[in-house]
């Protein structure tokens, strides 16, 4: 890749948009080529409208951030969450909060498991070379194979399995496909397509159809949406947030439910608080907004990966804002995982009284700047699972307090 490919400013879009982007970069959703704007990914029945006018059944756009600087006529390179350059974004519209513009290709995804299997539309049609292909989209297991065997005949068509990877669930899709592909007819052909699901089962159905056209299909059949029975509480993972100002009682709290829990011995625990993953985790972060976001994506990040396990994870950090909280929460239960936020809503005037570690008492005297409740500000949040006031509360109540609706709701024992 040379200098000249890539242009001078860069984004990372979220994993839906990557999966839309490697399908525009492979052909899959032919004839787009790009993202859509506004005016062309109008919400109606959850369908879009290509430039020329033709339908298409779901909008495929790219959020910038308010802040990012690109405009009409710049350059985006947009990388994967691991830095590497995947494509050129030409930004032609900017707004309402997304990027419209066609892609060019830069470099493959990276892939983990049957990254082999990731073949794009053009590789398979050349390996159909002309033959009629029985398009299978899957999201799940396969319940009536007989139905495809019967309309392969019917048609004297090859059947080509697409199992539909995204998110977490994605190889054991794949794994569905291999294994009914060993039951249908020789040379039945698999080819995995990085669809992610669009909210309406008409949309998303369509959408398939189309994917499926530009893979080859001369017929497509759309494979059972797989059903899914949640473990039970005990064995999900769980991530407890304490949220609240400094000197609240939140990290007090929040290490009297960890040494609950490890009495308890029923739930493998992990303690994240907020000034411990200060000084490792996040070392040389300031006290910018910008900085404190990024030290509760970390935390969030770590918590996420402990769920992902079914761990569950006690974070207690002051955590202000509530976008970055609302974030959390998303990381959390993208990996299948129970967020439960707890704010611990003791008044400024008690938290300032106790003033433990004389950061108020700083603060005042104006040698801490931007400090929550003080000379930053703490958005109260308005979507907490539990709120507490440790304000003449023993240690043991406010424990107490958390641990009963984790009992109550199957978390613990």
């Known amino acids: 890749m040379t200098a000249e490919t890539t242009a001078a400013h860069e984004h990372t879009p979220d994993a839906h948009e990557l999966a839309d982007l490697e399908l525009l970069l492979s052909g899959a959703f032919h004839p787009l080529t790009g993202f859509m704007g506004p005016a062309d990914a109008h919400a109606v029945a959850g369908h879009g409208t290509l430039a020329d006018g033709t339908p298409w059944p779901a909008p495929v756009t790219l959020a910038l951030p308010e802040d990012h600087p690109a405009a009409p006529g710049d350059r985006v390179t947009l990388r994967d969450p691991e830095g590497a350059a995947l494509a050129v974004?030409?930004?032609?519209?900017?707004?309402?909060?997304?990027?419209?513009?066609p892609v060019e290709a830069l470099g493959a995804a990276e892939h983990g498991p049957f990254a082999r299997l990731r073949r794009t539309p053009e590789e398979v049609r050349k390996e159909l070379a002309g033959r009629p292909a029985l398009a299978v989209t899957m999201r799940g297991p396969l319940d009536d194979l007989e139905e495809i065997r019967a309309v392969a005949r019917e048609l004297d068509a090859v059947v080509l399995l697409l199992p539909l990877v995204f998110g977490e669930g994605g190889p054991a899709v794949v794994r569905a496909a291999l294994r009914a592909r060993d039951l249908l007819p020789e040379g039945t052909l698999v080819a995995a397509v990085p669809l992610a699901p669009r909210e309406e089962t008409a949309v998303d159905l369509e959408l398939r159809e189309r994917v499926a056209e530009a893979y080859g299909a001369a017929e497509h059949l759309a494979g059972p949406e797989p059903v899914t029975i949640p473990g039970p509480p005990h064995r999900r993972g769980l991530v407890v947030f304490f949220t609240g100002l400094s000197g609240s009682g939140k990290s007090t709290v929040a290490r009297g439910l960890r040494d609950a829990l490890l009495e308890r011995g029923s739930r493998t625990v992990t303690y994240l608080d907020g000034d411990v993953v200060r000084r490792l985790l996040s070392a040389g972060l300031s006290f910018s907004r910008q900085d404190r976001d990024l030290n509760i994506r970390r935390i969030g990040f770590v918590a996420a990966e402990v769920a992902r396990h079914g761990g569950?994870?006690?974070?207690?950090?002051?955590?202000?804002?509530?976008?970055?909280?609302?974030?959390?929460?998303?990381?959390?239960?993208?990996?299948?995982?129970?967020?439960?936020?707890?704010?611990?809503?003791?008044?400024?005037?008690?938290?300032?009284?106790?003033?433990r570690k004389g950061l108020y008492a700083k603060a005042r005297a104006g040698l801490i700047p931007e400090f929550t409740g003080v000379s930053d500000p703490y958005e109260e949040p308005d979507d907490a699972d539990l709120v507490?006031?440790?304000?003449?509360?023993s240690v043991e109540d406010a424990v107490g307090r958390v641990l009963d609706p984790l009992v109550r709701g199957g978390w613990v024992r």
């Open 388 to 393: 507490i006031d440790t304000t003449g509360v």
């Open 312 to 355: 569950l994870a006690i974070c207690a950090p002051i955590a202000p804002y509530a976008a970055t909280r609302a974030e959390v929460r998303a990381m959390v239960e993208a990996v299948g995982g129970d967020f439960l936020l707890v704010h611990v809503a003791t008044p400024l005037e008690e938290c300032e009284r106790r003033d």
């Open 89 to 101: 974004l030409t930004v032609t519209e900017r707004r309402d909060g997304l990027a419209a513009g």
